[in-house]
């Protein structure tokens, strides 16, 4: 089992985390409400997991340079180029480690420079919206709202991975 600490204070980020060897498929979602109110996705990574995902992550969205290309920025969300004919796609960060977002709980403190409203949660789209509980220091983005996956990716340079018991 590993843990996920701040690079910047040592701080402890997540419960023990084992991991797992890729991301897993993204579970479907229709919208419905979950038995305790929330509305969000089944998480990608089951409890007590973490996976690294190879692909870019989160902001900053640039235009694909495929004019007809119409995938998605992030899974589940297209994101129609507001300068062009095109698509945005995510430039973000790649290898980034994406936990189940309930293994963070009190750990993480939302980002007070972080203005995005969302629907039913945190739609990730402008940039890391969890900071260190302990420094503040940007670690991770959160995504938790009705249209997109439920997960939280850390920032591969703002956390250390240690061995736990
Ligand atoms: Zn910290």
């Known amino acids: 089992m590993n843990v996920l600490l701040c690079a910047a204070c040592g701080h402890r980020l997540t419960e023990p985390l084992r991991p797992l060897p890729g991301l897993p498929e993204r579970p479907e979602y229709g919208g419905l409400k979950n038995p305790d109110g929330s509305?969000?996705?089944p998480s990608t990574v089951p409890r007590g997991t973490y996976a690294v995902d190879p692909e870019p992550s989160g902001a900053p969205f640039v235009?694909?340079?495929d004019p007809e290309w119409a995938g998605a920025a992030i899974p589940g969300v297209c994101i129609s180029d507001p300068d062009?004919?095109?698509f945005l796609m995510s430039a973000g960060p790649r290898d980034t480690l994406v936990t189940h977002p309930?293994?963070?709980a009190g750990r993480l403190s939302h980002n007070p420079e972080s203005s995005?409203?969302?629907c039913c949660g945190a739609p990730g789209q402008e940039g890391p919206n969890r900071v260190c509980?302990?420094?503040?220091g940007l670690v991770a983005t959160?995504?938790?709202d009705c249209y997109v996956p439920y997960e939280i990716h850390f920032l591969p340079d703002a956390v250390q991975v240690e061995a736990a018991e």
């Open 39 to 41: 509305r969000h996705a």
């Open 102 to 104: 309930e293994d963070t």
């Open 84 to 86: 062009g004919d095109g």
């Open 116 to 118: 995005e409203i969302g």
């Open 63 to 65: 235009p694909h340079p």
């Open 133 to 136: 509980g302990c420094c503040g």
């Open 142 to 144: 959160l995504f938790s």
